[in-house]
Structure formats: C-alpha cells, structure tokens
C-alpha cells in the first residue's frame, strides 16, 4: 500500500489475521485501525440514530411496504420494479422485527400502530447503509489510495445527507450501494493480494455481491458489467504473461469464469427459489400468470382445478381462457344477446349471437367439446381424448350455440372474421362451425389436449383462420366486454391466438336442463399438474420484464440532467400537524465538489493521455496506473450507474442517481490526492492544499449540520428557518402557513 | 516481417530526416517508441496495455491485385440480377406509394413532410425527371397500376445503385483480406442473395443508402491503404470520397449516422496511431488532423446543408407537410394562405382565428366532437393540439359577456384583456379546471365546455402579448401571446405529449401552474378571418435559411419517434432478422396476384449468422495466439491480422449498424437489418476464406489444397442453388402459396413464419 501515515494514531490497513505458524498454544494477533472503527461507529450513529422516528410510513415504503406484508402472509405476487432479493430482505428484517404484515400500507404519512416494530422494518436499509461508510474507505485503500483519502472518502459519504435519508427508511438503494461498493473492494482485494488461493475467497465475494447487486435492482446489471469488464482486462493481461505456464493460465481463467459468471447466475437464480418457495399461497397478481403457474399456489386457481380430468375428450365442458399477454385474464363467452344489425359506423353484421372473452368467471363462460360425427354431448366410457389436428365443434353450455365464423367484417377489427354462436336466420348463411385442433406445444407436452399445460389454437377450417382476441373492447351493446375475432394464421405463434383450458369436467348429462344444473355446480376429481421450479422461473423472470409498468408523472419525478446539478428534490415526509419534514435533499458542497473533481479528472486524463502518447512522462507508472484505478473505478461506476437512466422510460426520481453518485463521490479525494502529491511543489503549495481541503471538509459537515433538520425529520423548523434552507429555488420545501 | 520494418522506417526516415539518431535512443527504452521492434519487448508490454495491437504494419506481400475478370463478372452478374423483370409488377409495390409520391412532389415543386432528410427523394425525383416521367402518377395506395405512366426509370435507378453493392463488397473484402477468393465469397453472397435483388428493384430508399454505406465504407478502406503516402492525390482524392459518401447516407436516411460513427472510429483510431509516431513532429499531427476535420466534417457538413438547400429552393409550393411547420416558414410557399398573406393586422373581437403553439412543431389548437373518456379527468369535449390544417382549428374571440352580435367596428383585443375562446365548429368554449391533465399530471385539464358560446366562469382566459404592455394590441402572425385562465390562474400549455387511441394521437394541451415562458405555453395567431376589418398585406419576416434547417430537422426527429407502433401493426423485432425470421410482403396477398415477398436468401443469411459465431471463435483463438506469443508461421500470422484488423472492422460494422435497433422505441421493419447484412456477407466472405486457407493446420499440404478448392466449389454451389429455388421470391410468383402443393415454393416454406 502506498506510504504509511505519520499521524500517531495506529493506523494499518484493514484488520489482519495472522496464525503464526503452528507453536502451542496457537496465538491469533489482530491489528485493529482505530480510524476505520471509529468511522464505522459514527456511520452506524448517523444511520441507526433514532430510526424508528417518525412512526408513519415514509413515500416509498407505501410501495415495498405492501410486498414486506405479502412475504409476511406468504402470498404470491409479481413486481415488475425490481428482482426479489430487495424485497425478501426487507422482508427479512419485518419477520426478525416480529412484523405480522398486518398493515393496509395505503398512504404516505399514516401512523404505524404502536404494537408494530418500526425499527425492525429499517434496519438491514439502515446497517448496509452504515457499512458503506467503511467500505468506502476500504476500497479506497485497495485502489491504491492513502489512507487520508480514504478517510476522506468515508467521511464524505458518512455526511451525505441524500443517502443518509435513502438508508433511515424501509428503502432498497442503501443495500444496493452497499453490495455494489462491496463487489469492488473484494474485486480489488483479489487482484492486489498475492498468489495464494485464499484470494479467490475475496472473488467469490464479489461475485456474490454482484447477484446481490442485481437481485436488489435490475440497474445492478450494469454494475455487474462493468466489473466483469475489469476483470477480463486483468485475465487478458494474464494471458499476456509469458512467464507463466499455458495450464496455469488455464486453470486461472476458468476459475475466474466460474466465479464471476456461473456463480452469479447461480445466486440469482437462487434468490427466486427462495422466493417462490416462500410465497406459496396465491395472491393479487395470480392472473398474469399461466394456468399452470397458478395451479401450483395454493388456493386460488388450484383450489378450483384440483381434481379435474387431464385429457380434455369429446363431450367435455371445458372454460377456454385466452394466454394472450395482457394483464386482465379472460375466458371465451357467449350471451343471449346478438351483434346489432348495423353498427355505428354503418357496417353490417350477421345478427348472431355474441362471441365474446369475459374477464370474470361465469357460467356462460363453459363450452362443450363435440364430435362432428355424433350426437351425443356425454363422455363415453372409456374417454375419447381430443388430439391435435382433429376437427371438433364447440357448442356454449347455457345457450346451446355452435362457435361460428364466417366472412363477416368483425365488429371492432374489420380486417378480421366475426365469430358468433350460430343462429339460423334462413338468410343463406351457413353454418361453419368445425373447428380444426392445433396444439401448439404438442412437442414439449404431448398430441392429447390437456387440461391447463395444453396450448390451444383453433383454427376454423373452412376459412383457416383462427381464433383469437382481437384486443379491442366491445361498446355497450358488447356490454364493454373483449373481442374475439377469427384472423389470418399470419404468424407462427402469437399468444392472443393461444387458448387454454382451464376449468374442466367429463359431462355426464343428456338434456339441456340437467346440463345446465351441471354447469352451475362447481368442479371436482383430482390431479395436480405439476411445473418445474424452472419454467416458473422463466415465466415469472419474463413476465416481470414484460409487465409494462403503468407510465404515469410524479409529482417529485425528475429527468436525469436535473439530477448532476440536483435542481430538485423529494419530500418523503411532512408532520401532520407541525413543520417537521423529511426530504430527499443531497448535500449541495460536496455534490457541486463530486461535480468539480469529475471535470477534473476528465482534463487530467486527456491531458496525460496525449502526452502519454508523445512519450512525456510527467509523473510515474505506478502512479498512472493508480490514476486509471480510480478513474475506471469511480468514473466507470458513476457511467454505468447514471447513462442508462437516459434510455429507461419509466418514472425517474432522484434517488435513482445514488449509486452513481456514491462513486462520484469516491472520486473526489482521490482526485485531491493525486493533485497533492503530483501537481503541488513546495511546501508551502503543500500546506495550501491540505488547509483547502480541511476547509472543504469543514463547509461539507456545516451543509450536513444545517440540512440535519430536514434529514431526520427534526427538530422542527419554523417557517422562516425553511425559506433559509431553499437553495435552489427549484427545491420544493413545504410549511404550513401559520 | 523484418524485412517490412525496414521497408516501413525507411519510409518514415524520408519524411521525418530531421529526428537525430540521439533523439531516436532517447526515446526507445519507453513503449510506445518501439512500435516495430516488439518481438524482443513484448514481455514488458504485455502488463502495459495493448499498444503492440495498434502499431503493427499490415501489408503483407502477398497481397493480391483485382482480379479484373473477376470484378467484370461480379458486375455483370450483379446488374443482370438486379435488371432482370425490373418493370415486373407494373404496379405500386410497397412503399414505393411514399418515395415515389415524393419523387412526384419534387416533380411538381410541392411541399411536403417526411421523417428522413431529403437526399434519396431529390435524387428518385430527379431520375424520374430525366427518364421523362411527368410527376402526375398519384401514388394512392399499393396496388395502383402505372399503366402510361414512365416509372422504370426511378426503378432503374434504385437498381443500377443496388448493383454496385457486390462489386463494392468485392473491393472492400480485397482491400482487408488481400485474397481474391474472399472477396469473390462476399460478392456472390450478396449477388445471389434474394432480399437484396428485392429491396434493389424498387422505388426506395434503401438501395440509395446502402450505396453511399458501401461507398463509405470502401473509400474509408481505400484511404487507409494509402496510410505510407500522405497528402498525396489519390490520399486526398479517396478522403473526401469518404466525406461525400457520408454525406450522402446522412443525407438519404439518418440510419447514415452509423457508418458516421464506423468511420468516426476508425478516423480516431488512426489519428491515435498517428499521435503515437514519434517520428512524425506535433504539426504533421496537426496537418493530418485538419485534414481529416475538413474532408470528414466540414466537407460532408456542407454537402449536407447543400442539400437541404436544393430541397427548399426546390420545393416552393405550398403542399401537404405546411402544417408541420411554423407560420414564419410556411411564409415561404406559394400557396399557403400565408404567403404574401392579407389579413387584418391586429386582434379583434369576433374574429374567426387559429391559434398555433410556438414550439417547434407545435400545433394548432385543436377540438373535436369527442369526449374525454372515463377515468381522464371530467368527460368533456378533448382539446388538443393538432398539426394539420382542418376546420377544427378555428376559432372565435369574444368578450366574456357579449352574445353573437358585434358593434359595426370591432373592437381589438389587447393586452391583459379577458376573452373567451369559442370553437366554431362546435360552439364549445375553451375551459380550464381543477382536474388532472391526461399525461401531464401536475398540469390542469383543458377541455371544451358549454354549448352555443354560454359556458362559466372557468372559460375566461386572459390575453397577454409577451413583453407587452397593457393596452398594446395583438398583432397577428407577429405578437407572441399567452392565455392565461382567470378563474386558476394556469397558462395554456401544449406539452408535446403525445395522447393515446382515444385522443387520436393528436398532442395534449393542458393549463399550466408553472407560469415561466417557455415557447410551450406561447401561442401566435396565424389565420385571422374578420370582415369587417380591411384586410393588410403582411410580410411575415422570412426565416432565415438555418433557422429552416433547425425546424426541419426537428420536425423530423419527432416524427421519427412519433412513428411509434400500433396495437394491430405487426412490429418486427431485431432479434427477428438474422434469423431471417419473418420477411415482408412487397406485392400481391392472394393466389392469383402476382407475389413478391422481401426475404434474404435462407441459405446465405444462415450461413452470415453461423460465420458470425465461427469468427468470433476464431478470432478469439486468433487472439489469444498472439497475446500468447505462440509459434506461429508469417502466413499464419498473417491470417490472424486479416481476421483481427479486417474482421475487426466490419464487424464492428455490423454491430454499428444492428445493436441500435434494439434502443429505438419506433416501429421496425425487416428492411432496417439490409445495411447491417452487408457488413455481415462480407464478414463471412472474409471468414470462410480465412478458415478454408487455414485447412493446412490439420491435413497435410496436397490434401489441403484439395479441400480449399472443394470448400470454395461447395459454398459457391450452393449459394447458386438456393438461389435457384428461392429466386421466385425476388422475380414474381402467381398461383398457389406455398402451403399448397403445386405451388412454385413448395416444400420451401421452412418457417412457418414466412408469408409466401
């Protein structure tokens, strides 16, 4: 490391075991950096300092809040804002806190109940928020830093009031922060320590961080990335060194691949094993999912489906539910009510009986299987089960109508065929109502239909065009239920062409009214279909990349660019009565100053670069590599962490930008080192920098002192203290008019 | 490679005869001045970085001329594929309905709007021109027959281009192969490859772009082979080729913007080796880089607003695409109702007007016979903003309390006056609440509200003239105003957003809290209909000519993202093209049409993609040999510089040209892949050769030879078969589709995807 300090405190890097050697009795000696316990502390200080104030829910804990009591209640749900591993840990906190989940979590600023425990909740936020503060001066030392920068590194992060906030309270940025500052100090600690296997410990450990990066956020990825990136630049140079032998090359670069690749992958998968085998019980979301996802909670679907016949067979009454990729479920549906005559833009149609998909369940939603061939609407014994590619006619249990299509304009796509319940008006139209089985995932399942793990098309088979929903809403005299249309097979598989059954039984009734009694008693029998840990996960993972969040503005969203010069700012909680208020405001010194050495930072790379180039050395290799360290680290953190924001579509805040401003803040005082130690000569150039950067120091806990208030939510503030605070005149600071 | 070292220093003493041989030693000890003596370093370097990667010569003596039989036949082949049943359909395929309407509008001199810069129409309405077509074929829909109409010589046009592709794949994959055979791989994969002879037959734009891309890119090849001889005539000459060339792909789509950044990347990489040549003093740095400024940037930026320039001095019509852009430029047409427009000159109460949002492209405000629906605000009467002209644009101005009738002499509106804002065609009055706006959710909702003119309090807006005074009068197409509502005090504000199906897709407007001036919330008045006022020729200040181009440009960007897909389009997807997954129907959907169907050729573009995986192994191999310093042959080491440095570039090509796609929020078609398929066909030629000449690893030298040959007969053999069987595609089918049997493509529907 690099010189040692000549303060007469006892400072040594990290906390060192040692066995030495093998003598009786065996005697551990520990060396202990008295300025990194003493960071640490004040770091949990700041962060644990009352944290259960104030006992109301604060902004987003209204959101993760909901998830922490469906984890209590053990109830599945799909949340498209971030992978599990966030939730289960704040979830984990709730259950060492004794939490019930037994919370409506409806508003921001609603009292918590005196029996619950608001400590528990914040917690694990609260502690990786605390345990960055060391980490910060940890990896600074191992990017090759003094350990006065790393201790200006944590001291800055420690007095940053925007990730003090973002810790206090049942958030996921803090642990976020907290896996990805520990994914690189262990990446760095594996690269700088010597040749000794035990240093590939510390690579598991920043590769473990690394899933937890990205099980916390899907921003993680980016993280990850870049740290796979470094890594292969270093395996690269590895693979460089001659002096080292082909097979050991060998072995090192599939250890590294093993640890930084399959592991990661390993763990991530993992997480969703835990929290599928956690959330058992269906829940408010089971309806995105597949049939058979849902048949595999408890309660809800499975609870219905229990029992049912697998192979669907001629005489069947099935309920047929669309898989098309929407967030409401429906089943197809027919009613005793027909299309108008003419519709509002003049069209005509066939006046038959709707054809519609309903999103509730019904009992005009069951449809019974016919053989062409036959009369007889039972199931004969044994079971004739339907196979792909045979030709069937479905006819609606409650009003005895055959599935019809036919080349009429559709009511709300006219590009596509109207399908009807057949009604023989003797107007020439004839029936066509054979429908031709087309089982699209026969080669994973099998050529039988199944119940539930079938994939269904029907394709109308005078026509070849199959049925499906249209996606559009019928109007009123559709009583703004789904269309369903027959289309063109245009593509191989489209999921609004797809239907499967869901409710199932063998009819067993000859007459229509006993059938109809059949149809109103609910369904029995029993087999449970099973699904692999595995495609759940795959449906889940998709669906929750898929799930399009609902784009609505904020009234606190902010763009990107507001958030380099941190024109806005949040309010996470305001009293009920008084001034007291908790917002999401960043310390302004330190942030323009992070701003300052980024620029900084960028001439002095290019100027060392070009001149690098025309083979002028201003200053060593060793310290340009230590340079680069910093800059790959902390730039490249801060790019990855902040660039992909301008691509996402969804609602941004302010506190999306702390990661990459944790790295851009790491920056600072290895950019004030550098230029102390490189661009100042003399000594009195010397004493100015050192006493410049106290002062700084100094104005960065006096900007943390005076926006504590509004950091920790008191004391309170009288109004004019507020209008004091208001920086910049975008902030939005609230008081109560007296 | 010594002997090339020598050949190179020598070459390098003639230019720079002033380094001493004590500088010379100085320098050597440090890495970057050993750039040709790394064989014995390498060891130190290896830790240092990868400066041995960039600083090696690469011009083997092996490298093979023209061959000129070869290029004749790939040309021929290639304008025989591409002539053949040129005029076949005889009707309007595809898109051919847009570029060939606007190759008519630039015939006819009439203003339009379009979403890609003006190049590839100027030049379709110029062949046209000379071909002796009229500009009078309406261009209605796909389908329409042409009948007298002259349209093969657009058509003509678009394929001579698309023909040159091969001979420039051919010279490319020479130039950074250096092997005859490689180039011939290239060449035929692109002359027999069926989506390429399509997307060449027709009125489009695309074989215009991929020949300024080719074009591009083969200059850019060509300048950096003449790296030993700078400034010289064929240096600069192949230089600014480069730059026109790129000016012309920006010029035709701004997908040209890819090859931009290729050649960017190269151009900095090389001025980087450049920097890095100690024998070359600060100002033959400095003498490269302005010549590369000049002829990459500057040169190309004035070609660019050249032809934007031609574009508006052509186009002086007033036509369909006026209502996209502001008053001051539809100022510009003959026509428009706005050029050498007469009109009362100041505001006055019952006056007919349309009010038009001052953002760029903003539109005019806008209502219509349809509600808000439930859920979104109060249901009343949408107002939007809208950028066509329609009737529902208009407006009438009265005072708060007045009925339909007016003094004889109308009174002006003025500064600070309260007014109420009365859509004509529905007699709604503009109106303003507390309720959320449909997108901005910190805005207020605008609606229109009352019937026959009588409404509430809330439809009170008070007028100012920004940087006015009270009692100023409102000059019209002139005064910038603002309508502030009384009853909330909220700005009217058009946001840019656009609304959903119900809305029309037309631009929300809402009122605003935030009363800051921005053009967003300030409005001007561009028609003013009032019979009773005389009538006053205005001349409307003509814009200058850069602020037109800034207009149009961001006119088009914003109808590029607005292009955004719709529910029942089919949106192709990226990851769909490699995979040659779906193609597109070009003519015809029934039996007895006449079908052309947009799909690569399956066997070569199967092939471009398993190549793509090949290379990346190989190079990887390639690679890692080299870092290794493994033993290795000059032809071998050779081999692995052709695959790294060539390779290197069309694949990053290819990359260029492709990964974007995957950001774009717009709506994509199969056809975008064309671009980034060239790159990958030549990636291939160069690959497959690289492999077969590498056969010699494992098999002995008379038994490689033969496998050379038998693989370069196989691959050409069955470039030209499928060619063969897939050829209907390009050139026409009639009857049965391909599910049938008796159909021309039966049997050869191996997706189920593909719609032929």
């Known amino acids: ?738 | 490679m010594a002997k090339d070292e020598e050949d190179l220093t020598a070459l390098r003493q003639r230019k720079t005869c002033l380094i001493s041989e004590n500088k010379r030693t100085l320098h050597t000890p440090l890495p970057e001045a050993k750039s040709n003596r790394l064989e014995n370093e390498d060891d130190k370097q290896a830790s240092n970085g990868t400066s041995c990667w960039t600083e090696r010569s690469i011009t083997p003596p092996g490298a093979q001329p023209p061959n000129t039989i070869l290029v004749l036949l790939v040309l021929g082949l290639s304008f025989a594929t591409r002539f053949y049943k040129l005029a076949e359909p005889p009707h309007i395929c595809w898109d051919e309905t847009h570029f060939g309407k606007m190759g008519s509008y630039y015939i006819n001199r009439t203003f339009f709007f379009d979403v890609h810069p003006p190049l590839g129409k100027i030049l379709i309405g110029l062949a046209g021109y000379m071909t002796g077509y009229d500009g009078t074929f309406p261009f209605v829909k796909p389908g329409d027959k042409y009948g007298h109409h002259n349209y093969w010589g657009m058509r003509g046009f678009c394929a001579a281009l698309g023909s040159s592709l091969p001979v420039f794949a051919y010279f490319i994959v020479l130039e950074l192969s250096h092997s005859n055979s490689a180039a011939l791989i290239a060449a035929a994969l692109l002359i027999f490859d069926t989506g390429s002879i399509t997307i060449s037959q027709y009125i489009l734009l695309d074989p215009i772009l991929m020949f300024f891309i080719m074009g591009a890119v083969l200059s850019m090849v060509k300048f950096n082979q003449q790296k030993s001889r700078p400034f010289c005539a064929s240096w600069w000459l192949w230089l600014l080729l480069t730059g026109v060339n790129l000016s012309g792909a920006i010029g035709v789509k701004f997908v040209g913007l890819f090859v931009i950044l290729l050649v960017g990347l190269n151009t900095a990489g090389d001025l980087w080796a450049l920097l890095g040549d100690l024998q070359l003093s600060l100002v033959d740095v400095a003498k490269h880089l302005l010549a590369r400024v000049t002829g990459l940037i500057l040169l190309p930026l004035l070609l660019y607003v050249t032809v934007f320039a031609v574009h508006f001095a052509v186009l002086n019509k007033s036509g369909p695409g006026d209502g996209f852009f502001s008053s001051a430029f539809q100022s510009r047409l003959i026509g428009n109702n706005l050029h050498n427009a007469s009109m009362p000159k100041y505001l006055a109460y019952g006056s007919t007007i349309t009010v038009k949002n001052l953002r760029i492209a903003g539109g005019y405000l806008h209502s219509h016979w349809h509600l808000y629906p439930e859920g979104v605000g109060a249901k009343q009467q949408q107002v939007t903003a809208y950028l066509h002209k329609d009737y529902n644009n208009l407006w009438l101005v009265h005072k708060p309390d007045d009925g339909q009738d007016h003094p004889k002499t109308p009174e002006l509106v003025r500064h600070g006056d309260i007014v109420r804002l009365e859509h004509k065609e529905t007699t709604r009055n503009l109106h303003s609440h507390l309720q959320e706006a449909p997108m901005t959710r910190k805005h207020f909702q605008v609606t229109g509200y009352g019937i026959n003119g009588s409404g509430d309090s809330n439809d009170l807006w008070r007028l100012e003239v920004c940087g006015g005074r009270r009692g100023d009068p409102v000059k019209v197409l002139r005064s910038k105003v603002r309508f502030l509502h009384v009853a909330t005090g909220c700005v009217l504000y058009s946001s840019g957003k656009t609304l959903p199906k119900w809305g029309w897709e037309q631009v929300e407007v809402t009122c605003s809290p935030y009363l800051k001036e921005t053009p967003n919330s300030q409005w001007n008045i561009e028609d003013h209909i009032n019979p009773k006022l005389p009538n006053i020729s205005l001349s409307v200040l003509k814009p200058h000519f850069l602020e037109i181009l800034l207009e149009s440009h961001i006119v088009m960007i914003r109808g590029n993202s607005g292009l955004k897909p719709k529910d029942s389009e089919i949106n192709s997807r990226p990851w769909h093209w490699p995979i040659n997954y779906q193609g597109l129907r070009f003519s015809g959907v029934n039996e007895t049409e006449y079908r052309v169907y947009l799909l690569g050729n399956p066997v070569t573009w199967w092939l471009n993609l398993a190549c793509l995986g090949l290379y990346a192994v190989m190079v990887a191999v390639a690679s890692i040999a080299l870092q290794r310093d493994v033993h290795l042959s000059q032809k071998r080491r050779e081999h692995c510089w052709v695959l790294i440095r060539g390779g290197g570039q069309l694949v990053l090509g290819w990359i260029l040209h492709y990964a974007p796609f995957y950001a774009m929020g717009r709506i994509l078609y199969y056809h975008h892949y064309f671009p980034a398929m060239l790159f990958s066909s030549m990636l291939t030629g160069l690959t497959l050769d690289t492999l077969l000449h590498s056969a010699d690893l494992f098999l002995s030298p008379p038994r490689a030879d033969w496998l050379l040959r038998l693989g370069q007969v196989a691959l050409l053999f069955s470039v030209l078969y499928s060619f063969y069987i897939f050829h209907p595609l390009s050139y026409g089918m009639r009857g049965p589709l391909a599910h049938e049997p008796g159909s021309a493509m039966a049997g050869l529907k191996w997706m189920d995807s593909w719609e032929f």
């Open chain 1, 1 to 738: 490391m690099s010189k040692e300090p000549t303060s007469s405190i006892l400072l040594q890097a990290g906390t060192m075991l040692g066995l030495s050697s093998l003598k009786f009795p065996p005697v551990v000696k520990t060396e202990i950096n008295l300025v990194l316990v003493l960071v640490t502390v004040l770091g949990f200080w700041t962060r644990l300092r009352n944290l259960s104030y104030p006992r109301a829910v604060v902004f987003d804990e209204v959101y993760y809040g909901q998830f922490v009591s469906l984890y209590m209640k053990r109830v599945f749900f799909v949340d498209e804002s971030g992978p599990p591993l966030g939730h289960m840990i704040l979830a984990f906190g709730a259950y060492l806190g004794g939490f019930d989940g037994n919370f409506p979590w409806n508003r921001i600023g609603a009292e918590y109940p005196s029996s619950m425990s608001v400590w528990g909740l914040r917690l694990l936020p609260a502690v990786c928020g605390a345990l960055c503060v060391p980490l910060a001066y940890l990896l600074q030392l191992e990017l090759g830093s003094s350990h006065y920068a790393a201790l200006g590194a944590s001291l800055l992060i420690l007095m940053e009031n925007s990730l003090i906030v973002q810790s206090r309270f049942m958030l996921l940025e803090s642990v976020l922060i907290f896996f990805q500052l520990l994914s690189f100090f262990s990446y760095w600690r594996f690269y700088n320590a010597s040749n000794s296997c035990s240093r590939y410990l510390w690579l598991i450990v920043a590769a473990s961080s690394c899933a937890g990066a990205v099980g916390v956020k899907y921003v993680g990825v980016f993280t990850y990335l870049l740290l796979l990136g470094i890594a292969s630049v270093h395996t690269w140079q590895l693979i460089g060194q001659r002096a080292v032998s082909h097979l050991r090359v060998f072995v090192e670069c599939g250890c590294r691949a093993v640890c930084l690749v399959v592991l990661p992958v390993l763990l991530y998968v993992l997480c969703f094993y835990v929290h599928l085998t956690v959330l058992r019980h269906s829940g408010p979301h089971d309806q995105l999912m597949s049939s058979a996802f849902q048949a595999s909670l408890e309660g809800g679907l499975s609870r219905i489906t229990r029992g049912q016949p697998l192979e669907v067979a001629y005489g069947s009454q099935v309920t047929l539910r669309s898989s098309a990729s929407q967030t409401i479920p429906c089943w197809l549906h027919s009613h005793k009510a027909n299309y108008p005559i003419r519709y509002e833009d003049g069209r005509g149609s066939s006046h038959q009986q709707q054809v519609t998909c309903y999103p509730f369940k019904d009992v005009n939603n069951w449809w019974i299987i016919k053989d062409p061939g036959r009369q007889e609407l039972v199931v004969n014994t044994p079971p004739r089960p339907v196979r792909h590619g045979d030709v069937i006619q479905l006819l609606h249990g409650m009003t005895s109508r055959f599935l019809n299509s036919h080349d009429v304009a559709a009511p709300m796509s006219p590009h596509a065929q109207e399908v009807s319940g057949y009604i023989d008006f003797n107007v020439s139209m004839v029936m066509q109502n054979l429908w031709r089985v087309d089982i699209s995932n026969r080669e994973a399942e099998s050529e039988v239909w199944k119940t539930i793990v079938s994939d269904v098309r029907l394709v109308h088979v005078n026509t070849s065009a199959a049925l499906k929903l249209s996606g559009g809403t019928l109007p009123e005299w559709g009583f703004g239920q789904l269309e369903v249309v027959a289309d063109r097979v245009s593509r191989a598989h489209h999921s609004s062409l797809v239907w499967n059954v869901e409710e199932h039984r063998y009819g067993t009734s000859h007459e229509q009214k006993e059938r109809e009694v059949e149809l109103h008693s609910p369904t029995h029998i029993d087999v449970h279909p099973n699904i692999s840990f595995l495609s759940k996960f795959i449906e889940l993972q998709r669906k929750m990349l898929t799930v399009k969040q609902e784009e609505s503005e904020h009234k606190y969203s902010s763009c990107p660019l507001e958030w380099i010069s941190m024109t806005t700012n949040i309010v996470y909680w305001l009293h009920h009565s008084t001034n007291a208020q908790i917002h999401l405001i960043g310390n302004l010194v330190s942030w323009s100053m992070a701003n300052l050495s980024l620029a900084a930072y960028q001439l002095l790379a290019l100027w060392y670069l070009l001149r690098r180039r025309r083979a002028i050395r201003d200053i060593t290799e060793a310290s340009w590599c230590q340079f680069q360290r910093v800059g790959v680290v902390c730039v490249g953190g801060w790019l990855v962490n902040f660039l992909p924001f301008f691509l996402m579509e969804n609602t941004l805040f302010l506190y999306h930008y702390l990661p990459a401003y944790t790295f851009l803040l790491q920056l600072l005082p290895a950019v004030l080192e550098h230029a102390h130690t490189h661009l100042l000569s003399g000594k009195s150039q010397h004493r100015a920098g050192c006493v410049s950067a106290f002062a700084g120091l100094c104005s960065v806990y006096l900007c943390y002192k005076s926006f504590s208030p509004l950091t920790y939510g008191s004391p309170e503030l009288s109004a004019n203290q507020l209008q004091a605070l208001r920086w910049q005149p975008s902030w939005d600071i609230l008081y109560r008019r007296p």
